[in-house]
Nanobody
């Protein structure tokens, strides 16, 4: 089994900042990538940012220049620094871990989600 501990969500005013963190533990052989996705009410879940085990990053166009993803490989933890937040960033943010087994087969796992609300 794989366990997630997500933290850092909350209510922030437009222009403010938040930092999300997600630690994964349990039956892990190796991690190919970790990332954050979000889902706003009435919308589909969408990519926010991902980082691979060689620190290659990918960002959604909507967050480029405002959000920064990073990881601590030793702690199996991924962070998302969110600056210049906008009301349209309001969503439930889900941590994703793309795990590999010893045959290099990949399996996605999801955290429980953390609410981010940007409002004045």
């Amino acid at each position: 089994q794989v366990q997630f501990v997500e933290s850092g969500g909350g209510l922030v005013q437009p222009g403010g900042s938040l930092r999300l963190s997600c630690a994964v533990s349990g039956s892990i052989f190796s991690i190919y990538a970790m990332g954050w996705y979000r889902q706003a009410p009435g919308k589909q879940r969408e990519l926010v940012a991902t980082v691979t085990n060689i620190d290659s990053t990918n960002y959604a166009d909507a967050v480029k220049g405002r959000f920064t993803i990073s990881r601590d490989g030793a702690k199996n933890t991924v962070y998302l620094q969110m600056n210049s937040l906008k009301p349209e960033d309001t969503a439930v943010y889900y941590c994703n871990a793309d795990l590999m087994d010893y045959l290099k087969r990949r399996y996605p796992y999801w955290g429980q989600g953390t609410q981010v609300t940007v409002s004045s």
